[in-house]
């Protein structure tokens, strides 16, 4: 199976930086995605990593070490509308490329 | 974005009650998920239609029943529910169950059982 952690909340100001992170464990890693959920809403998509490194997409930037089991979900210059919660998801090769999906991290925005 | 839609939003049911939940998706996907979001607790993968043929089912009990009639239609038919039911259900669809793309969720169902 897999183990997947993140925060259960944090809190940032607005316009600072805040860092969100993962740690996983499985053997057939392959992709790890991030999704935001606000309140009663659906989860939507925010990024994909599946090779090492950082991928970037306007304030929010996803960063992945396989060696290490470890991403980030890096968001800038926060805004109010921030406030919700971010999904880290794992993709297995084995069981038909299953995804499953972290707690998630509440994160709230003040001022 | 209106790619997945769920209807009904809301769901306040009975334990002896019969209802159905309804997706549907006008993206164009062959592959179609119900996940069950309680609170804190991870999404939990119930079941998998890739092509209209179910190929997962999470040991989810048989008061869960699905039904995908088409590549774009999927229902979750439920009967004789426990109030440990009440959740959030949430549909999503991808292109295809095994590819490397991603999965796109509707607005969910958020069920209450009493």
């Known amino acids: 199976g897999q183990n997947i952690d993140q925060p259960t909340e944090m809190t940032a100001t607005e316009g600072a930086i805040v860092q969100i992170n993962c740690t996983y464990q499985?053997?057939?890693?392959?992709?790890l995605f991030w999704y935001q959920q606000h309140a009663g809403e659906a989860p939507t998509f925010l990024s994909y990593?599946?090779?090492?490194g950082l991928e970037e997409k306007g304030r929010f930037s996803s960063f992945l070490s396989r060696s290490k089991g470890y991403s980030y979900l890096l968001l800038k210059e926060l805004q109010m509308k921030d406030s919700a919660s971010y999904l880290c998801?794992?993709?297995?090769?084995?069981?038909?490329?299953?995804?499953?999906f972290g707690t998630g991290t509440k994160l709230q925005v003040i001022p | 974005e209106t790619g997945v839609t769920q209807t009904p939003r809301h769901l306040v049911m009975g334990m002896t009650n019969k209802k159905s939940l309804k997706c549907e998706q006008h993206?164009?996907?062959?592959?179609m998920y119900w996940y069950k979001q309680s609170a804190k607790k991870p999404l939990e993968l119930m079941f998998v239609?890739?092509?209209?043929?179910?190929?997962e089912n999470n040991s989810v009990p048989s008061r869960f029943s699905p039904e995908c009639p088409n590549s774009s239609h999927l229902f979750l038919h439920l009967h004789t529910l426990q109030p440990e039911d009440s959740a959030l259900y949430l549909c999503?669809?991808?292109?295809?169950?095994?590819?490397?793309?991603?999965?796109?969720f509707g607005p969910g169902t958020r069920l209450t059982v009493l």
């Open positions: 999503a669809s991808s292109q295809e169950r095994g590819s490397t793309d991603t999965q796109y």
């Open positions: 499985t053997s057939g890693f392959n992709g």
């Open positions: 990593n599946v090779l090492d």
């Open positions: 998801a794992v993709r297995d090769r084995r069981g038909y490329q299953k995804v499953t």
């Open positions: 993206l164009g996907h062959n592959a």
């Open positions: 239609y890739n092509f209209k043929e179910q190929t």
